[in-house]
């Protein structure tokens, strides 16, 4: 049968071996304008960690969508965020998501949360010749369920371009509007009431959704939250339980007090 | 041995006769396409017989545990990089196997020189809806034949696997539940295992349900579940007797 690969259950080795390893492109000097992706966050609350995104995509000043999912399930207890250059970005998700469930599958059992963490670092390091050129960065969070407690715990990881990756304690944000959204969670962990990780399943959808209304007014390549036009963020929710989706349904129930 | 054709033939043969012999003793696996999805079962004495391919895809078998590894890993591989480099949607079993697995397990099969694969086995696909699941059933020389009647049968010889198959196809007709299904499969394991006939000899239904009970004890029964509906495209899940209500 076919040859096995270098590293058991590694998917991008696999890729290699067939010459199709994605992000293996040279950049060129006159790259067009790039499309831009912003912006996302993540903090715990009681029941878990939420993960939010607003849906606008940029390129220059000119606004292309309004419909994009920023915040992608790689797996059952696995979510990615992105902020950044989507078509790296969203080439990094399709790459981890075959890549966990390769490993699963092939290995008969899970992919432990280190690894995962560090499969994005990896990703990101493959796409440094792309970022030092300024092109295809990408700057993303990442949500996973540690198994090695019980039960199982959600938590959050930001990156920097390079690939380095740093637990995030209380929340991480990322993208250009994500100064707003650091400054306000850093505040309501400080000296709200209640505090986001006190916050119930309701309370944190109505938080995540308030604070992407105002990094919105401060960031135009934040695409914001507006009910009256059934505009709403990607939000998903990380608990022990697996991977969720709050539905634009839902948003719109919880965003009232 | 190779210079003369009919040398050739004879080594062939000689092959298959080697093979069946060292498959004799396999635990049969068995796949029954149910309105809700798919159920796969096998029994097996610590190795596992029931596996996930891919989102909508599974394999049961029996043979050497080594060899059905290499198979699964095979599959694994061609339909993930499939995925990857195309869409999930376009990974079918059909083409996994017509022009991946069969061709592969033929060439190692008629290589004489070579071990050969000593492996039975079944793969299965999900449909989309119910009635439009593909049931393989491959052989060690790369043979296939898609499975009709919505039930899949894998034993080491050929005749009581057929007759087990017919009887099944009886069996499950209209039947929807998961355990007894589950049941019923085992029933017919134990009849495959104790070289029973399916025919008129066949035990009463008590007697077969207290076989298969007895004669599980210290193995391990292993079901796959391919579930039609769900929030994932992954929709495989290993499901234990009490989940099936046994």
């Known amino acids: 049968m076919s040859a096995p690969t270098p590293i058991a259950g590694d998917f991008l080795s696999l890729l290699a071996a067939h010459n199709v390893a994605p992000l293996r492109v040279e950049a060129s000097p006159n790259a067009p304008v790039q ?5 996302v966050f993540g903090f715990h609350f009681a029941e878990g960690v939420l993960m939010a995104g607003d849906r606008r995509a940029t390129a220059g000043n000119l606004i292309v969508t309004d419909r994009v999912e920023k915040v992608i399930e790689i797996d059952s207890t696995s979510v990615l965020a992105i902020a950044g250059v989507p078509a790296t970005a969203f080439e990094m998700a399709r790459a981890l998501q075959t890549s966990f469930e390769y490993y699963r599958r092939s290995q008969l059992q899970r992919l432990s949360l280190p690894a995962k963490v560090r499969a994005l670092a990896r990703l990101l390091r493959d796409n440094l010749p792309m970022t030092l050129q300024g092109v295809g960065v990408v700057v993303p969070l990442f949500a996973g369920l540690d198994f090695t407690l019980t039960p199982p715990k959600p938590q959050v990881f930001f990156y ?25 969670l850093s505040y309501q962990e400080q000296f709200g009431q209640p505090r986001p990780s006190q916050m119930n399943l309701r309370e944190a959808v109505r938080f995540a959704l ?7 007014e401060f960031d135009s390549a934040t695409g914001g939250v507006n009910p009256a036009a059934q505009t709403f963020a990607t939000l998903k929710v990380l608990d022990a339980a697996g991977v969720r989706t709050i539905t634009d349904a839902q948003q719109a129930e919880y965003i009232n007090p | 041995m190779t210079e003369e054709p009919y040398r050739w033939l004879e080594a062939v043969a000689n092959r298959r006769e080697y093979v069946r012999e060292q498959l004799k003793g396999g ?40 060899d059905i590894e290499k198979v699964r890993q095979a599959a694994i591989d061609a339909a993930h990089v499939e995925a990857f480099t195309r869409a999930p949607e376009d990974v079918s079993l059909r083409r996994l196997i017509s022009f991946g697995l069969s061709a592969q397990l033929k060439a190692n099969f008629e290589q004489i020189y070579a071990a050969p694969f000593l492996v039975e086995l ?17 052989h060690f020389d790369g043979a296939y034949q898609l499975q009709t009647g919505g039930v899949g049968v894998a034993a080491s ?13 009886r069996e499950l007709a209209g039947k929807a539940d998961r355990g007894a299904v ?5 029933q017919a394991w134990w009849v495959l295992t104790e070289k029973r006939a399916f025919g008129e000899a066949l035990p009463a239904v008590a007697e077969r349900q ?17 579930a039609r509906r769900g929030p994932r495209a992954a929709r495989y899940e290993p499901l234990t007797l009490a989940q099936v209500g046994l």
């Open chain 1, 210 to 216: 308030r604070l992407l209304m105002v990094a919105s």
């Open chain 2, 182 to 186: 589950v049941d019923l499969l085992l």
């Open chain 2, 210 to 226: 207290a076989g298969w009970r007895a004669a599980v004890a210290g193995k391990v029964i292993e079901i796959g579940w391919l």
């Open chain 2, 157 to 169: 010889q050929a005749d009581s696997e057929e007759e087990c198959r017919a009887w099944l196809v």
């Open chain 1, 35 to 39: 499309l831009q992706a912003t912006t």
């Open chain 2, 27 to 66: 635990s049969p696996v068995f796949a029954a396409a149910l309105p809700e999805g798919v159920l796969l079962l096998g029994v097996g004495s610590g190795h596992s017989k029931v596996f996930e391919l891919f989102d909508r895809l599974a394999l049961a078998g029996l043979g050497h545990p080594a």
């Open chain 1, 160 to 184: 920097d371009p390079l690939g380095a990756q740093f637990e995030a304690v209380g929340y991480a944000a990322s993208g250009s509007g994500s100064g707003t959204i650091r400054s306000i």
């Open chain 2, 122 to 138: 079944l793969l299965i696909e999900l449909g989309i809806e119910a009635g439009t699941d593909a049931i393989f059933r491959l």
